[in-house]
């Protein structure tokens, strides 16, 4: 008889301490898309994308441009063998400094982003800590996952979605 008491306390405990943690639940998505400067970075990043994309386009245009006096040199036979073998070469290396370029350049936005949105982030957990303290929240869970998907599969209406007052912390002022 000791025995299953034991073993029924030993059972029972960690859903006993589970039942004191308190875990609320918020929308970093909403809380960012809440936020006035969120608009401005984003506004910032589209414009630092489209004078990225207009150097890129600059240079895809003049190896296209490149690329067509070439076909046309052949097709009028106006090339030798040897002229021919070092443009096709040229342009080969033309085509793979484009596509370095490209890959400079998607890593230049992404870095962009990451020191545009960098500075929000870290208002917003901020703000999540404070309101999370005032409410003596032990656990806040991410609502979705940047893809959409939930991180929460349930959440009774018990639990303390902070995404509001985490609003309401930021846009004060």
Known sequence: MKKIIITTLFLLLPA???????????????????????????????????????????????????????????????LSEQEQARQEERLMELQEELNSFQNRIQN??????????????????????EVSEELGLD?????????GDPIVYFASQRASDITERVIEKLTQN
Do not use: C, H
């Open 139 to 147: 656990f806040v869970l991410n609502k979705t996952s940047n893809t």
């Open 108 to 129: 230049q936005i992404q870095q962009r982003q990451n020191d545009l949105f960098n500075p929000l982030l870290v208002k917003v957990e901020d703000a999540m800590a």
């Open 16 to 78: 006993m301490a589970m039942a004191q943690l308190k875990i609320g639940i918020m929308s970093p998505d909403d809380v960012l898309d809440a936020m006035p400067e969120a608009a401005q970075v984003q506004q910032q990043l589209e414009q630092y994308i489209q004078e990225r994309q207009n150097a890129f386009q600059t240079r895809y245009q003049d190896w296209i441009n490149d690329l067509t006096e070439y076909s046309e040199q052949v097709e009028a036979g106006a």
